[in-house]
T-cell receptor, first 112, second 110 residues
């Protein structure tokens, strides 16, 4: 039983396209996150979200938008993809923001 | 930047030896956590140490925290080939999410 699952695992797409990455957690956690990991393995927070508020890292372009249909899902939608968006995107969840995070296995996005 | 930094960036040891990784951070924290990432996989939570704790153990893992120096260390004793991975520290400062360090890539040679 996968605790945090993301789909797809790999995504190859052309510049200018719009794509979505889905994330679901079955842990009953109340907070979910999206992180971007670049080629140097640096993890950068993009969004954190619980049922009360969405916190957006101000450096994230507005082409990226999280969508949460319910507490167990936090999807990532990306408009007008650019070459620099190529990275591995990780979804994570936690019970409150201060506890240990459970990560998904990542989505490797390649923009060509 | 709230990002922590791990030292060394890469570490290679023989199986059975101990591995020590260090993490330095810049701001006051509520807790500090260590994660492991195997190649091509997501991060796995290893251990959490609160700001009022100085040392914590979990199996072969030992974590220390020195808030006066804004630093932490992760010791893996009697290393195994399966410990080969990248290790990240992450800090929680009372805000909304964890800030991760730059990672230490550990290679354990059988």
């Amino acid at each position: 039983d996968t605790a945090v699952s993301q789909t797809p695992k790999y995504l190859v797409t052309q510049m200018g396209n719009d794509k979505s990455i889905k994330c679901e957690q079955n842990l009953g956690h109340d907070t979910m996150y999206w992180y971007k990991q670049d080629s140097k393995k640096f993890l950068k927070i993009m969004f954190s979200y619980n049922n009360k508020e969405l916190i957006i890292n101000e450096t994230v372009p507005n082409r990226f938008s999280p969508k949460s249909p319910d507490k167990a899902h936090l999807n990532l939608h990306i408009n007008s993809l650019e070459l620099g968006d190529s990275a591995v995107y990780f979804c994570a969840s936690s019970l409150g923001p201060s506890g240990g995070y459970t990560f998904g296995s990542g989505t490797r996005l390649t923009v060509v | 930047s709230q990002q922590g930094e791990e030292d060394p960036q890469a570490l290679s040891i023989q199986e059975g030896e101990n591995a020590t990784m260090n993490c330095s951070y810049k701001t006051s924290i509520n807790n500090l956590q260590w994660y492991r990432q195997n190649s091509g996989r997501g991060l796995v939570h290893l251990i959490l140490i609160r700001s009022n704790e100085r040392e914590k153990h979990s199996g072969r893992l030992r974590v220390t925290l020195d808030t006066s120096k804004k630093s932490s260390s992760l010791l893996i004793t009697a290393s195994r080939a399966a410990d080969t991975a990248s290790y990240f520290c992450a800090t929680w400062e009372g805000a909304n999410n964890l800030f991760f360090g730059t990672g230490t890539r550990l290679t354990v040679i059988p």
